[in-house]
């Protein structure tokens, strides 16, 4: 299944190194006060969009974390779409506007602000310190664990010997794919090409030149987009031993030691050909039913039952029959000619 | 002249309908193994094959029932005692009398329909062969409850493989089996006797009666 766990923040490596700098963490003070500004100017206060929220007679633990303590303070500001800034050191936006519909359908829906965001957010305007909060899924997952929070220590030991954590030129964490106020794990049973969709799209948000008729780096591989839609980038990407059909691995492989053989998926009883046939059979069935899945499977991969030595024995000894066969049939004539002769 | 019934209705019906599903068969199942897009595009080769696979199997099952309840099973049993000698001589019948203009070896009697290479080659294909592939060909559409490898050998590999030799081997058959049709007494007498159901031949002792069904 596609990445299921994450953490909070999607915005806080860049935050952060804002706030080294006095002169960004004043950059941040200045605009959050001047999109403040913004709404009450436009007639729209923001208090409004809280008072929205506000549950009405809703037990603690039935209302959503976004509406819950003193979250509607902070989404008093952060609601808006425009709630952002530019980062002095790389010249990127950092967005800080979260989507409450969004958030609310997230994994972490029931979490507030606070729960995560716990330090120095009491007050407004926040200090500039507040923002450098270091937040870390892993750690933050172990001690939620009997809240439900899925152990990532897995896939951290795996991120550590991923080419993202070895090899990136910026600074590269779990959110640098994952945004928590967004991530949502597909569901179990979800189609095939929508895991396939969601798993992929992580990707190419960031590996945009690949999301191109032909992509980087990918120039030897046939019909790129028909692969995009079908297979997940990891099933190249990732090393075959230890796979987990239901937790990708997130020890992400670079080109060179990425799968370029054809024949790993597209002949041969390979490991990584079983996972992949099955899964998307499994998967398929689950949600067709059985009929449907045996007549419209599409778990079927090209060349999957190929194997050149029989395919060459089989052509040729077609070749040869249909040979014989003409040279039978020709035998055959001169033989009847001979016959009509003689009479 | 003689005239036998020797193909009732059923039969016939189920001959040229299973044709049918086996060449739809044969040609979307070529076209994806080799990816002939030309051919039949890849989206709707594989609907198709899945389906003619499953009628397929339909289609083996009415064979057999039909055989055990019309009495026609009983062309399909083998001589143990006969057979060398019957094979010998249709065999060298086909590789060397034809071409001479000898007598055909066999001759077509209500009870005896098919001639011994036939009876081997039809008992093969249609009690061996089929079932085999008709076997490899669910395996593969219920592959998810299958266990992933046997003998340390992916379950997949071995199902493509069967599926794919099966799929040869017959490929062969029906090469050979649509030429042995045209060695009857004329080239048509066979196709006419499994379109009309009537074998019709001249003379109780035709000098190159061929007789064979394909």
Redesign the interface.
């Known amino acids: 299944m596609s990445n299921r766990y994450s953490c909070p923040d999607p915005s806080r490596p860049a935050a952060d190194a804002a706030i080294r700098r006095p002169a960004a963490g004043l950059a941040v003070f200045a605009l959050l006060v001047l999109w403040l500004a913004v709404p009450a100017v436009s007639g729209a206060a923001p208090g409004d969009a809280a008072k929205a929220l506000e549950p009405a007679g809703e037990t603690a633990e039935e209302v959503p974390g976004i509406e819950r303590d003193d979250s509607p303070e902070c989404m008093r500001c952060h609601w808006m779409e425009t709630m952002a800034y530019r980062d002095r050191d790389t010249r990127k936006i950092v967005d800080l506007s979260i989507d409450r519909d969004v958030y609310r359908h997230s994994v972490h829906a029931d979490l507030a602000c606070r729960d995560c965001h716990a330090r120095g957010y009491k007050h407004y305007p926040h200090r500039t310190s507040s923002a450098d909060e270091a937040l870390h899924c892993v750690g933050c997952h172990a001690e939620r664990g009997d809240d439900g929070a899925p152990d990532l220590t897995d896939i951290s030991l795996e991120f550590q010997e991923s080419v993202h954590a070895i090899e990136a030129s910026r600074p590269f964490d779990c959110f640098s794919c994952h945004n928590p106020h967004t991530f949502r794990p597909v569901e179990d049973g979800a189609p095939v090409e929508a895991v396939v969709a969601t798993t992929n799209r992580l990707c190419l948000d960031c590996h945009t030149k690949l999301d191109t008729p032909v992509p980087k780096g990918h120039e030897w591989l046939p019909k790129p987009r028909e692969h995009w839609a079908s297979v997940r980038c990891i099933e190249c990407h990732t090393p075959v031993e230890g796979r987990d059909m239901y937790q990708p691995s997130h020890a992400l492989l670079g080109a060179p030691e990425s799968n370029r053989n054809c024949v790993e998926c597209h002949t041969q009883g390979s490991e990584l050909l079983s996972q992949l046939y099955n899964y998307r059979a499994a998967e398929q069935r689950e949600q067709e039913g059985f009929f449907a899945q045996a007549l419209y499977n599409d778990a079927y991969i090209v060349g999957m039952s190929r194997s050149p030595l029989i395919d060459r024995i089989g052509l040729a000894l077609a070749a040869l029959m249909v040979l014989g066969v003409i040279a039978h049939g020709f035998g055959r004539y001169l033989a009847y000619r001979k016959q009509r002769a003689s009479r | 002249m003689t005239e036998l019934y020797l193909y009732p209705v059923w039969l016939r019906a189920w001959h040229w309908l299973n044709a049918l599903i086996f060449l739809v068969s044969l040609v979307t199942g070529i076209s994806?193994?080799?990816?002939l897009g030309w051919l039949i595009p890849?989206?709707v080769a594989?609907?198709v094959h899945?389906?003619s696979g499953?009628v397929l199997t339909v289609s083996w099952v009415a064979f057999i029932i039909g055989n055990w309840v019309s009495g026609n099973g009983k062309h399909y049993l083998i001589n143990l005692r006969s057979l060398p000698m019957d094979l010998f001589r249709q065999t060298r019948y086909?590789v060397y009398g034809?071409?001479?203009?000898a007598p055909h070896p066999f001759h077509v009697s209500e009870e005896h329909k098919l001639n011994a290479l036939q009876t081997m080659s039809y008992v093969g294909v249609m009690y061996v062969l089929m079932p085999l592939l008709i076997l490899s060909g669910w395996a593969?559409?219920?592959?998810?409850s299958l266990p992933?490898?046997v003998l340390g050998?992916?379950?997949?590999?071995?199902v493509?493989?069967t599926?794919?030799?099966l799929s040869?081997m017959l490929?062969?058959f029906l090469?050979?089996h649509v030429?042995i049709i045209?060695?009857g007494e004329t080239v048509m007498t066979n196709m006419r006797a499994m379109l009309t159901g009537w074998h019709r031949e001249r003379g109780p002792q035709p000098e190159?009666a061929g007789d064979d069904a394909g």
Do not use: D
């Not at chain 2, 034809?98 to 203009?101: A, K």
């Open positions: 994806m193994h080799f990816s890849f989206e594989v609907p899945n389906a499953i086909y034809i071409f001479v203009n593969f559409l219920l592959s998810p992933e490898t050998i992916g379950t997949i590999w071995i493509a493989m599926h794919l030799v040869w490929l062969l090469i050979v030429y045209t060695t190159r």
